[in-house]
């Protein structure tokens, strides 16, 4: 079964930088792509990015574009999240996972972004 490791949140000061990063074990990424997904408190859980299997097809949630940066190391196969600029309402519990939600959720890692 794969699992899915995320890594390197923490707590950042308003217009502060995090990148996290998600370990995943087999190829997953590579054959269905990868995505980040967030859980605000109180909220449901929401998309924030995606990256296609082949790489050509980015997409990002409005609120971060232009802020965050997605990326993936096929060799590793491991995802990234670069943010930049981060704001109070990014504030998240943030997850990855395949953009088809193939796999069994990992446990998360926190952002908090408060000054």
């Known amino acids: 079964q794969v699992q899915l490791v995320e890594s390197g949140g923490g707590l950042v000061q308003p217009g502060g930088s995090l990148r996290l990063s998600c370990a995943a074990s087999?190829?997953?990424?590579?054959?269905?792509?990868v995505g980040w997904f967030r859980q605000a408190p109180g909220k449901q859980r929401e998309w924030v990015a995606t990256?296609?299997?082949?790489?050509?097809?980015?997409q990002y949630t409005g609120s971060v574009k232009g802020r965050f940066t997605i990326s993936r190391d096929n060799a590793k196969n491991t995802g990234h999240l670069q943010m930049n600029g981060l704001k109070p309402e990014d504030t998240a519990v943030y997850y990855c996972?395949?953009?088809?939600?193939?796999?069994?959720w990992g446990q998360g890692t926190q952002v908090t972004v408060s000054s």
């Open positions: 996972n395949t953009p088809n939600l193939k796999l069994n």
């Open positions: 990256l296609s299997s082949d790489g050509n097809d980015i």
């Open positions: 087999g190829n997953s990424f590579s054959i269905y792509g």
